[in-house]
């Protein structure tokens, strides 16, 4: 079945202590991206990637690192998180746009973080 | 400032009833305009995606329209049921080969039996 995978589901930390989420997708997609959702906000984006080891910020990426080191796997990691990075985070993918034809975004989940 | 807002905020109808669902936006350039449906701890699910040049999109009873001339769109459903109970979720992307995405807040949608 084709999925976008994202663990945990839930995870409680504490500030300061490191944490990896995952995301994998078995499509394909050349594009993956991380965004975080609050409440009264619409998703924002984090990070993006359009290919292995090809990454760029998006609109709130302070705190926050990613890597692409297989073209399946894309993890958000927190060096040292902070109460205000609690949020639900979305992993999405996507194939590249051609010739005029857009192609769907398919989200993982989520995964509700809670930094204490 | 790249924006996507959306109205009603939420709404309540009865099952079988149709809807509609408002998006405006002030993207620029604008590249295609995406609707998204949200079940409630689960990810956004793909609708319709339309470029400047369509100006409806149909997906079962869900059909999406746009003006990009006044960079307006909505998202009509018809015959309600209870599973299309949900928030829907506007999004614009900027610029063609870009991959920025402006998402909407969200219309929160309740079917009641």
């Known amino acids: 079945e084709a999925q976008v995978t994202q663990n945990p589901r839930y995870l409680i930390t504490v500030t300061g202590k490191k944490l990896t989420v995952t995301c994998s997708q078995n499509?394909?997609?050349?594009?993956m991206s991380w965004y975080r959702q609050d409440p009264g906000l619409g998703l924002r984006q984090i990070y993006y990637s359009m290919n292995v080891e090809v990454t760029d910020k998006g609109d709130v990426p302070e705190g926050y690192k990613v890597s692409r080191k297989e073209k399946r796997n894309f993890p958000l990691i927190l060096e040292s998180p902070s109460p205000n990075q609690t949020s639900l985070y979305f992993c999405?993918?996507?194939?590249?746009?051609?010739?005029?034809?857009?192609?769907?975004?398919?989200f993982g989940s989520g995964t509700q973080l809670s930094v204490l | 400032k790249n924006q996507v807002e959306q109205s009603p905020q939420s709404l309540i109808i009865l099952e079988g009833k149709n809807c509609t669902l408002q998006c405006n936006y002030t993207v620029s350039p604008f590249s295609n305009l995406r609707w998204y449906k949200q079940d409630t701890g689960r990810g956004p699910v793909s609708l319709t995606i339309?470029?400047?040049?369509?100006n409806t999109k149909s997906n079962g009873r869900y059909t999406a329209t746009l003006d990009a001339d006044t960079k307006q769109s909505s998202l009509h459903i018809t015959a309600s049921q209870l599973s299309d109970s949900a928030s829907y979720i506007c999004v614009v992307s900027a610029g063609p080969g870009t991959y920025k995405y402006i998402f909407g807040t969200g219309t929160r949608l309740k079917v009641l039996a």
């Open positions: 999405a993918s996507s194939l590249i746009s051609r010739g005029g034809r857009y192609e769907k975004l398919f």
């Open positions: 339309m470029t400047f040049s369509e």
């Open positions: 499509m394909n997609h050349e594009y």
